[in-house]
C-alpha cells in the first residue's frame, strides 16, 4: 500500500476536527445547538450579536452562514463591536465603510473547518477567508481555580466556546478581530523589545528585501480553484488510470517569517546599540567566512557584510508559525519515534548559502541544537512559543516574527558541528511556495492535494507536460512526515538543493515509496547524468532488501550489499510500531550521487520521466545530504 491508494473518503478534516453535520457527529461534552446554522444561532439571540450581525449582512456573508457548509466562526457580541466602533471613531456599523465590512467579516471566518477548542494542539494553525492565519493560545485564570483561557490572535478572549451548529461551530468573543495591514518590518518596528534588530534591518536593507507581498503576474482560473483539476496518479489493477483532485491556489504571495532576539537578550551580551551589534556580527561572521574578513565592513547591503549576514540568518522567505517548522500533533505523537532522533527539518535562510535546522525536543521548538533530547552537546537557540511572547501582534499582513532566547548565528560552530550531519530534507520544504500556499501541512483536509502551476515555484522548474503537486498530511501514508509531492504526466522538474553548510564530498539520496504505477526517470546534477536510470518500480529495482534478525552482524552485510548496489533501507527513525526500516522493500533510500559540494555554489538535481507513459508518477518524499565525515565514519552511519 502507498500514500497515493488513500482515497479521499478516508481523510479526516484538519486538526481532527468534528464536522458537525448531524446529531450522531456532535461531541457529547459540547454544548449542540443541532437546530440551527451558525446564522441561525446569531438570530436566536439578536440581543447579544445583531451588529456583528449587520456587519455580515452589509458584507453578503450572513446567507452563507445559513447554508451547508463546515465554518468556524468567531462571533463577536454587541460589546466586542462597540468597543471596536469606539476606537477607530465609528458611531454605528453603517459608518464602517462597505469594504472594511467585507474585511472584518472575512476575518472571523474560517471556511472548510469545524474548529473546537479541544483540537487545539500541535497541528498547524487554520485560515480565516482572507488567507490570514488564525492563532490560538491559553493562559490560566488564577481568579477561576486556573481554568483554560483560549486566546484568539492574542488580544480576543474566548468568552463562550464550542457551540455545535449545523454547519460547523460557533465560538462568542469579548474583541473583534482585526489583521494588521502592515508588512512585516513595519509591524516589528512598532514593537518596543526590538529596537536594535531593527535597526539592523533597516540599515542592511533587508526590510525592503521581507516587503512584499503579492505576485500580481500570477492568475488562476475558478474553476482550477474551487473546482479543482483532475490528475493521473495511479494505475488500478483494471490497468486504467486512477484521478484525483487537485486544487489550485487562487494567488501567489511572498511570505516571510523572522526569529528575532529582544534588547534585552542583547543586553545579556553586552550589545546595547548598533554599533555593538556590528562588533558582534564582525566577530562572528570574520571567524566563520575568514576569507571575506575586513573586505566589506563598512557595506552594509553588501551580502558578504558581517551585519548583513546576521540579520539575513533571521529571515526566511515563508511563512511558519511555531508549529509549522517541524511536523507535530498527530504525526509526532504516532510517528516519529523521539527515544532515537528528534522531530528535523531544515530551511535555507535569506543568507546566501545558508542553512538553518528546526528540531523539537522535550516540548520546545529549537534551531541548530545537537543531540537528541534533553541529551544535547549544543543547546541551540529556542524559539518562544506564543503564551511566552507577549501581547504584541505577531502576525503581519506578509508574514509573522517569532522571538528566541539567544543570539542566532551561522557560526563555525553551527557550519562545522552543529551541521556536520546527515541532513534529511522533506520534499514540501523545498519551496517557499509550499507553505505560502499552505499545502505543506493542511492536516487531513478533504482538499489535500494542492497544484502548482510552471514558473510559480520558487527554486523548481518544470516542463509544461509535468504536474507537481502537494499532499497534504496523513499519518497512514507511507512517507516520511506524512506528506509528499505528486509528480506525474511525462515530467521534466529540477529543484534546487539546500546548501550544504562546509564544502567537502557529500553523498546526494532520495528516499520514496515504490510501487508498479510509478516511473523511471534519469536524474542529473547541474544537467550532469548520475549514472542510470533511477526506477521507482518493485519489479525492476533489485534493491537486495531483507528484513532484519537477530543477528545484527548479518544486518550489517545487507545493509552493506545494498549500498553496494547504490540502496539503502528507510530510516528506523519514523513510521511509529512498524519503523519504515522494516517495512518490507516498499520504502528505500537510493544514493544518487557521490560528489564534491562547494559551499558557494548552487545545485540543481533535475528527474526526467525516460518513460513515455503519461500514467507513471513519482512520488518525491525526501532529499538527504550526507557528509563523508557521516557516511564513512569510523562507527557507521547510525540508522536513524
Known amino acids: 500500500m ?4 488513500i482515497t479521499i473518503l478516508s481523510m479526516l478534516s484538519i486538526l481532527a476536527v468534528v464536522t458537525a453535520c448531524n446529531d450522531d457527529d456532535i461531541p457529547d461534552n459540547f454544548y449542540s445547538s443541532t437546530k440551527v446554522t451558525a446564522a441561525g444561532f446569531i438570530e436566536a439571540d439578536e440581543e447579544q450579536y445583531g451588529e456583528f450581525h449587520q456587519i455580515l449582512d452589509r458584507a453578503n456573508y450572513f446567507s452563507m452562514l445559513a447554508t451547508y457548509g463546515e465554518y468556524t466562526l468567531f462571533l463577536p457580541n454587541n460589546a466586542a463591536v462597540d468597543t471596536y ?7 454605528s456599523v453603517d459608518d ?3 469594504e472594511m465590512c467585507d474585511t472584518l467579516a472575512r476575518t472571523h471566518i474560517v471556511k472548510t473547518v469545524a474548529l473546537f477548542t479541544t483540537d487545539i494542539s500541535g497541528e498547524s494553525m487554520p485560515m480565516n477567508m482572507n488567507d490570514r492565519y488564525i492563532e490560538l493560545s491559553t493562559d490560566s485564570d488564577v481568579t477561576n481555580n486556573n481554568a483554560l483561557i483560549v486566546y484568539v490572535n492574542k488580544r480576543s478572549r474566548i468568552i463562550e466556546k464550542d457551540d455545535s451548529v449545523t454547519n460547523g461551530v460557533v465560538h462568542v468573543i469579548d474583541r473583534m478581530l482585526t489583521a494588521s495591514n502592515q508588512f512585516l518590518p513595519d509591524l516589528m518596528e512598532e514593537d518596543p523589545q526590538l529596537t536594535i534588530f531593527c535597526e539592523a534591518l533597516r540599515l542592511t536593507g533587508m526590510a525592503d528585501s521581507i516587503s512584499k507581498y503579492l505576485d500580481e503576474t500570477y ?28 486544487y489550485f491556489p487562487e494567488k501567489r504571495y511572498f511570505k516571510y517569517s523572522a526569529f528575532v532576539e529582544t534588547d534585552s537578550i542583547y543586553r545579556l551580551h553586552g550589545i546595547n546599540n548598533l554599533d555593538d551589534l556590528k562588533a558582534y556580527a564582525k566577530q562572528v561572521y570574520d571567524q566563520s567566512y575568514p576569507e571575506d574578513a575586513g573586505l566589506y565592513d563598512d557595506d552594509f547591503k553588501n551580502r558578504k557584510n558581517p551585519l548583513n549576514r546576521f540579520v539575513s540568518y533571521h529571515l526566511i522567505n515563508r511563512i511558519g508559525l511555531y508549529e509549522d517548522w517541524v511536523t507535530l500533533g498527530t504525526i509526532l505523537e504516532n510517528c516519529h519515534i523521539t527515544n532515537v532522533a528528534d522531530p528535523e527539518d531544515y530551511y535555507e535562510t ?6 538553518m535546522r528546526f528540531c523539537y525536543a522535550s516540548d520546545q521548538l529549537y534551531i541548530n541544537r545537537k543531540g537528541v533530547a534533553r ?7 529556542r524559539v518562544l512559543k506564543r503564551e511566552e511572547s507577549g501581547g504584541h501582534q505577531q502576525s503581519a499582513m506578509n508574514g509573522v516574527y517569532h522571538y528566541i532566547d ?10 562545522n558541528n552543529v551541521l556536520n550531519r546527515r541532513l534529511r530534507i522533506d520534499g514540501t520544504t523545498m519551496s517557499p511556495d509550499f507553505m505560502n500556499a499552505n499545502a505543506r501541512v493542511h492536516w487531513m483536509e478533504q482538499s489535500h492535494l494542492t497544484g502548482f502551476k510552471n514558473a510559480y515555484v520558487t527554486d523548481w522548474k518544470m516542463s509544461d507536460e509535468t504536474f507537481v503537486g502537494v499532499h497534504s498530511e496523513q499519518q497512514s501514508w507511507w512517507s516520511y512526515e506524512g506528506n509528499a509531492i505528486c509528480v506525474s504526466g511525462i515530467y521534466d522538474i529540477s529543484m534546487k538543493l539546500p546548501p550544504v553548510p562546509f564544502s567537502g564530498t557529500w553523498e546526494i539520496r532520495m528516499g520514496f515509496s515504490q510501487g508498479e504505477d510509478r516511473g523511471v526517470a534519469q536524474v542529473y546534477l547541474n544537467n550532469e547524468p548520475c549514472g542510470i536510470p533511477v526506477s521507482f518500480r518493485h519489479s525492476d529495482t533489485y534493491s537486495g532488501w531483507e528484513a532484519d534478525t537477530e543477528d545484527e552482524d548479518y544486518n550489517l552485510a545487507v545493509d552493506k550489499a545494498m549500498r553496494t548496489r547504490g540502496f539503502m533501507k528507510a530510516m528506523d527513525s519514523y513510521g511509529g510500531d512498524t519503523p519504515f526500516r522494516n517495512r518490507a522493500n516498499t520504502l528505500v533510500r537510493r544514493i544518487l550521487t557521490k560528489q564534491y559540494l562547494s559551499t558557494e555554489q548552487d545545485y540543481w538535481l533535475r528527474f526526467r520521466q525516460v518513460l513515455d507513459d503519461e500514467n507513471l508518477y513519482m512520488s518525491f518524499d525526501y532529499i538527504e545530504l550526507c557528509p ?10 547510525d540508522r536513524h
Open 85 to 91: 466602533l469606539s476606537e477607530n471613531g465609528y458611531s
Open 406 to 415: 539567544d543570539i542566532l548565528t551561522y557560526s563555525d560552530n553551527v557550519r
Open 375 to 381: 541529551n544535547a552537546s549544543v543547546r541551540g537557540v
Open 628 to 637: 563523508k565525515s557521516v557516511y564513512d565514519s569510523p562507527e557507521g552511519e
Open 350 to 355: 535569506m543568507a546566501p548559502h545558508s542553512i
Open 219 to 246: 492568475t488562476c482560473g475558478d474553476d482550477s480553484v474551487t473546482k479543482g483539476v483532475q490528475v493521473k496518479y495511479s494505475t488500478g489493477s483494471n490497468g486504467q488510470a486512477n484521478l484525483l483532485t487537485a
Open 96 to 98: 464602517i465603510p462597505l
Open 2 to 5: 502507498n500514500r497515493f491508494s
